[in-house]
């Protein structure tokens, strides 16, 4: 992580089948148009024979100009078989936040965003409950209410999806929004909506996992955020923490400090995301930290 | 935990339907015999209603004497309703190891028996393969190599049955032991088999959970301690603890760091068992730590 | 932890040389009066001969009422030689927060306090720069502005002091507020004013221990919540968390993965004083949790 | 850590001045010579300007004989004023261990190389007291016992030396041993004296860090293993963790615990020692993991 904020650079970000030279023609590539290379992560799993990538760049000297890069990367990578994703460093994302009543996520999020903590744009909000309006208009971000009920649930999805597109959204961001999407709308953005799960998964996947983890008596509980596929809770899974907990923890007080566990688990996956460090594959996630 | 080990000690462990004045009838009882409490713990599950206690009072000094002392706590224990157990902190129990062929958890074993950290006797080892007959037999403990088939199970659990009792034995540990034991088996030591599984349970219950990790592609595996039970890895959790992982990790990393954390979360609920800090109840274990 | 936050309660800490008898004493108090104790924990330090404890009953159906109620205690209290103090749980503690230029902690204090998690008033915010005005006002609460350098400290000072009075405070909590305080000040909050320092202490006190955690090469960072006292970073420790880190994390990368560590132990930290869990005895605390 | 431990593989290690081309060059060295990269791990320091590399490539198929391949890398390392070393995976490190009475660290260093965990021979244990001898002769060990005191420092000094010189020993690891090595002792085996201290440096260095801990009133406990330099505590960091206590804990608590912590932070720098993922810059480690 050693990249200057200030520094606009390339990301290229790849996974193709493993075979030697790979990292010598990605490296001279850069290396012949001049550019320095900021961050370089390889890894190759031996198993299923497949290598990945994130290389990491600096663009001002760089020979290639950013309009024509993609271009110009697409033969090379053509020539490896190489599924890839070229992302500039200095483009701002832009974030929607959907909740529901609980305002611990959204508030941490608030903050990273006003702080500049995050670079990226968050200008929508949509909840399945007001509550939360108020907060979020002071930030003068606007706040769309759309109550989901099992008869409207279609149209109302059709009213999100027409909201992210007129704001242009590029990342959706699951913030403890107790309702399941279809797998229409998850098949609109793939790996592009990040969801909170208050277990570490795949343990108590569904419902009340803090009531299933009392009811069970563990002495850990978890908080897993992961990218939403059609099939609930079991996307790629993009980082996990853990807190103990014991005989004195009632179920109240497991979903209070859960939220805590929560809010760190979804930022540092949002953090990934906007850092342009995680690779799917197989539904599983390579975090290039 | 501030008794001294050297002084001999009454621990009374005991669950009863909550109400007022239990508290103060324990605390009596122990006072007005010149007993010196040590540690009291008490916890109130608010939701079912029970109080648990551990008490643990010096007995130099104490009126009532040990082989009495029954004999005295009864009839205040059953004007509560109270389910109760007696304990001496300087009685050496009789401690079984089962194992395998994988030598972390019994080396750990050996390593804290021999150097007196706990204070158990080890007289007998079983295990259904012969790999680690030498290393036993180096600390001068018997090892009974008890190989076990389909056809042969119910013969050999007889034999190993044999032997707990020809060596009086109050508590067994599996560590990482792969037969399953039968019904009959584990009634027969109710509470007294500790068992280490690979994973942090509920999640990855059964056969190799390591494999079944990476292929979820999860950012954390764990290891759980619990007492036996009838059916598979799910009686009363006693103890987990979880660790990092990441795409770097292959499953045979996982399996190579997995036995760091199987090896600290045995001992340690073996230590808790040990020490009489474990009342169960409902499944669920109370650490009175 | 599991009393009931709608049931208002007495809590009782103490703190007195040990000796036989005194939980006898101190259960029968409550229960004689048909108290009925939802919490009782107890400690004893073995090394000092000090008896700890903390006890948590039900007001409804006491016979003493509250306002005699340390009445009542003072003379058992005495006879054991015990440094007490008094505490209902319904009682709302006012607090105030300081605060510099960083927002990370204040903005997750105004979550906790507007969300309810936490039985406290938040009337006042006091800082040496305006940056953070604008957000706290939106919350509706007094933001002052007091800049302090070496000329101006005595008398912003009394301006702070003079704010809290008018507000009636019980509670201070610098939130990386990043001036000193003067010995008079601290004297005035006795273990009422809880500060964050941004390493694992005492490792790094004084001014920039990320930079100092860098130069180290340390790998892990830490955070410490503590009461202030008269002497820089040396009171006592209420809560401590750590985060690993690496060689490939700049200063910038523990700064910004340090404010969640931040937030985090001096939320917990503020949580254990509001529920009434701390004594502190010897610069050290005892935490029941 | 994908590399197949059967198959050989040459690892270059290296550091130098940051510039543009290293990572280009670097890979088109292995690539012409048809080398498979299982393992590329790179780093750039850009506040000091150094580049970090480490490349693990198969031996087998690859063009140049491991015993030319140092002349090989030479002029290419030489071109970017890099400090490089080179080792190969299938050689077999000698390790020897110091100890004083304490068997913890030293019972898991036994049951790993025992188990093949390390590929490491482990022909020497020297202490300065007997007490663990007998453990180590089980294992088939040389066991020299050459107790230390002030008057015969030097001349023991050059007993071990002799010692490790006779056994031909790469690696000395300090599995607590109580005494301090002479710096002419510490500048024979540069970055290869591994030493595990019980405290999260740079907290509590020096003698008793426990009870400095406990004194302290700290709520966490640490162990850091770190290379020996010939000023006390302050070498080059490898690994640390640490562990929750309470006021709960005596110093004997904290010290039982404590073995646990110790035991397992040496036993992972060992391990990066072993595999060659150290990098010493500036006293501080780079560790590729």
């Known amino acids: 992580m050693s990249a200057s904020a200030a520094t606009p650079c390339a990301v290229l970000l790849g996974h193709c ?56 990367v697409r033969p090379l990578a053509e020539s490896f078989g190489m599924s890839w994703q070229l992302r500039f ?13 609980q305002a611990h996520c959204l508030f941490d999020i608030l903050a990273r965003v006003q702080s500049g903590e995050w670079r990226v744009d968050l ?57 399941i999407l279809s797998p229409d ?11 909170i799960h208050h277990s570490f998964l795949p343990a108590f996947a569904g419902a009340r996992p803090y009531h299933a983890a009392a009811e069970r008596g563990v002495k850990i509980i978890g908080a897993t955020s992961h990218y939403v596929t059609a099939e609930l809770d079991t996307g790629p899974i993009i980082e996990q923490d853990i807190m103990r907990v014991s005989h004195r923890d009632s179920v109240e007080d497991l979903i209070r400090k859960g939220r805590d566990l929560e809010t760190i688990v979804l930022a540092r996956a949002v953090w990934f995301h906007l850092r342009n460090r995680i690779l799917v594959y197989n539904n599983k996630t390579v975090i290039f930290d």
């Not at 709308?185 to 969801?195: D, E, G």
Request: with cysteine.
């Open 123 to 179: 200008p929508l909000v949509i909840a399945n409950h007001p509550d939360l309006g108020e907060v979020v208009r002071r930030f003068g971000i606007d706040f769309q209410c759309l109550p989901v009920a099992p008869d409207t649930k279609a149209r109302q999805e059709r009213a999100q999806r027409e909201l992210l597109s007129r704001h242009g959204i590029d990342l959706v961001v699951l913030a403890r929004y107790m309702q």
């Open 17 to 72: 089948p493993d075979r030697k030279g790979i990292n010598a023609a990605l490296t001279r590539f850069v290396a012949e148009n001049e550019g320095n290379i900021v961050d370089y992560d390889q890894h190759v799993d031996a198993e299923q024979g497949v290598f990945f990538v994130r290389i990491e760049w600096e663009l001002p000297g760089f020979r290639i100009p950013r309009e024509r890069l993609g271009d110009a």
């Open 185 to 195: 709308f998850v098949a609109a953005f793939p790996n592009r909506i990040i969801n």
């Open 89 to 101: 460093s200095d483009v701002r994302p832009r974030m929607a936040v959907f909740v529901s009543k």
